[in-house]
């Protein structure tokens, strides 16, 4: 399942938004240095749907705010 994520770097906590079925707005603490931002989306959607990390992989948007997921279910 591919999901579009709004990523918001540097937040002072951390939430999960769902806006639709496939699309998110992530707030995360972590800053948007060396993929930390990233790893760490990686690691709230892999607990939101209940899988594993290595099932979490992001197709487009490493270096953009705007993001696409691929979930392997």
């Known amino acids: ?3 579009k994520v709004k ?6 906590k ?3 938004i769902k806006n639709k079925e496939d699309s998110f707005e992530i707030k995360i603490k972590e800053k948007a240095e ?3 931002a990233n790893k760490r989306i990686k ?3 892999s607990k939101h749907f ?3 990390v290595n ?4 197709v487009k948007g490493s270096k953009q705010k705007s993001k696409i997921f691929n979930i392997k279910t």
């Not at 990523?7 to 002072?12: A, D, K, Q």
């Not at 099932?55 to 992001?58: A, C, G, S």
Request: charged share 30%; proline share 4%; hydrophobic share 35%.
């Open 34 to 36: 060396r993929g930390e």
């Open 55 to 58: 099932k979490v992989i992001l």
């Open 7 to 12: 990523s918001e770097p540097g937040s002072r």
């Open 1 to 3: 399942m591919y999901i």
């Open 50 to 52: 209940n899988v594993s």
């Open 43 to 45: 690691e709230l959607l």
């Open 14 to 16: 951390e939430e999960i």
